[in-house]
């Protein structure tokens, strides 16, 4: 039996951990493909939320850095359309 393991997936459980998530959101900045940078910052997200008691950040801080970074104002939206701030 294989497993489908989504690489969103591997990332949120990696950037809950601590000093992860900027590792995390350096190597999305270099990624090609929007929709999949999409999908990993929702899972990033979610698992600050799931992992509350365990992770670094809350899933509030979370969501305030990755806007910061993106240049997004929300970070649940459904468009490709942002661009990394520079850092």
């Not at 950040?57 to 929300?74: M, P, V």
Request: hydrophobic share 40%.
């Amino acid at each position: 039996m294989l497993l489908s393991v989504r690489p969103a997936n591997v990332l949120g459980q990696i950037a809950y951990k601590k000093g992860c998530i900027e590792t995390v959101i350096e190597h999305l900045k270099t990624w090609e493909n929007k929709e999949l940078v999409l999908q990993a910052l929702d899972e990033i997200i979610d698992v600050h939320g799931r992992y509350k008691d365990f992770a670094i950040l809350t899933q509030e801080e979370t969501i305030k850095y990755i806007d910061k970074i993106t240049g997004r104002r929300s970070s649940r939206t459904s468009s490709s359309e942002f661009a990394f701030a520079a850092a």
